[in-house]
């Protein structure tokens, strides 16, 4: 499909949420296509996962750059332009990012982080859900904005905290919602229906059945 959106993919570990949304992208009518998966750590499993479907990948190990965080920005940045890259995805990217290149992709970057926020920002998102005793917990798609796990929210999905879960068993769940809202959330964003207006994203052309922003998962 012509006119697909240039997607880069940025990863830290096994990429389990870069398969879900290669996955997607797959459909000859999706708006966008995986172009690029790039990681700050040359071990890192999804780089192989990736390379295997033939998708060009590349590395910028953030320990090279001995604590300067915006010079290794500046490195993966001149990788997304000289690759033409049009919007960046973080699927498990574990740095946190500067103004410099949060600034470069204001509003082209998006994030998914595993907590429904504004709650739990952070790590350990399902340990502090358990302590806390809420009843639905879930993961959040968000544009990218200076502040850690901040910015406008494009789609969310819920699953209900049963008596019996641990924080893996919480896990395991909320990953599986991961999965099913992270290339809903691209498809809006790459088609441009997805747009940003002040703190919130309004979507455009709500022509399904149902809310493809909000999933409640059993």
């Keep these: 499909m012509n006119g697909r959106k240039k997607v880069a993919v940025l990863i830290s570990g096994r990429g389990s949420n870069m398969m879900s949304l290669i996955s997607a992208a797959m459909a000859p009518d999706y708006p966008a296509e995986i172009a690029l998966v790039?990681?700050?750590?040359?071990?890192?499993?999804?780089?192989?996962?990736?390379?295997?479907l033939g998708i060009k990948t590349a590395v910028v190990?953030?320990?090279?750059?001995?604590?300067?965080?915006?010079?290794?920005?500046r490195a993966v940045n001149?990788?997304?332009?000289?690759?033409?890259?049009?919007?960046?995805?973080?699927?498990?990217?574990?740095?946190?990012?500067?103004?410099?290149?949060?600034?470069?992709?204001?509003?082209?970057?998006?994030?998914?982080?595993?907590?429904?926020?504004p709650s739990f920002k952070g790590l350990n998102t399902h340990e502090r859900a358990l302590d806390e005793g809420v009843k639905?917990?879930?993961?959040?798609?968000?544009?990218?904005?200076?502040?850690?796990?901040?910015?406008?929210?494009?789609?969310?999905?819920?699953?209900?905290?049963?008596?019996?879960?641990?924080?893996?068993?919480?896990?395991?769940?909320?990953?599986?919602?991961?999965?099913?809202?992270y290339p809903r959330a691209l498809e809006l964003v790459a088609s441009g229906k997805a747009r940003v207006k002040g703190q919130r994203v309004a979507i455009s052309g709500g022509s399904e059945p149902s809310?493809?922003?909000?999933?409640?998962?059993?």
């Design 38 to 52: 790039l990681s700050n750590k040359p071990e890192a499993g999804g780089l192989q996962r990736a390379d295997d």
């Design 61 to 73: 190990d953030h320990r090279e750059y001995k604590g300067d965080r915006e010079a290794f920005e």
């Design 78 to 117: 001149a990788i997304l332009r000289d690759n033409g890259i049009e919007l960046v995805v973080l699927a498990g990217f574990m740095r946190l990012l500067t103004p410099y290149l949060v600034n470069e992709w204001r509003e082209r970057m998006i994030n998914i982080h595993p907590a429904l926020l």
């Design 136 to 181: 639905l917990h879930g993961a959040t798609v968000h544009f990218v904005s200076a502040e850690m796990d901040d910015g406008p929210i494009i789609a969310q999905g819920a699953v209900p905290v049963l008596d019996s879960d641990t924080p893996d068993s919480l896990a395991a769940r909320v990953l599986s919602v991961e999965h099913q809202i």
């Design 211 to 218: 809310d493809p922003t909000f999933l409640i998962a059993p």
